[in-house]
């Protein structure tokens, strides 16, 4: 019944920016938190960034200063801006939504960091 759609993704080259948005169609009750997960080759999935209900954010210490989460409830909407792109950055992405009872997840977004 929950859906949730990430985009924004792509292929950037080292130093450039892209936004991902991550969109859930359906009706989500009692949120602790949404955020941004990523899996690159050779790695395990970890925590990029993390906001909760109320407005406390949490970044993994090789983003911070770089990249930028943000929440729009109207829209059930939950943004990553990513500015000065690093080929290390480059993973597959995934919006997460926590709640009390349950974890959903998108289907992820390729991001690709090259020249």
């Known amino acids: 019944q929950v859906q949730l759609v990430e985009s924004g993704g792509g292929l950037v080259q080292p130093g450039g920016s892209l936004r991902l948005s991550c969109a859930a169609s359906g009706s989500i009750f009692s949120i602790r938190d949404m955020g941004w997960y990523r899996q690159a080759p050779g790695k395990q999935r970890e925590l990029v960034a993390r906001t909760t209900s109320g407005g406390s954010t949490n970044y993994a210490d090789s983003v911070k200063g770089r990249f930028t989460i943000s929440r729009d409830g109207a829209k059930n909407t939950v943004l990553l801006q990513m500015n000065s792109l690093k080929p290390e950055d480059t993973a597959v992405y995934f919006c997460?939504?926590?709640?009390?009872?349950?974890?959903?997840w998108g289907q992820g977004t390729q991001v690709t960091v090259s020249s």
């Open positions: 997460n939504i926590q709640t009390h009872q349950w974890s959903y």
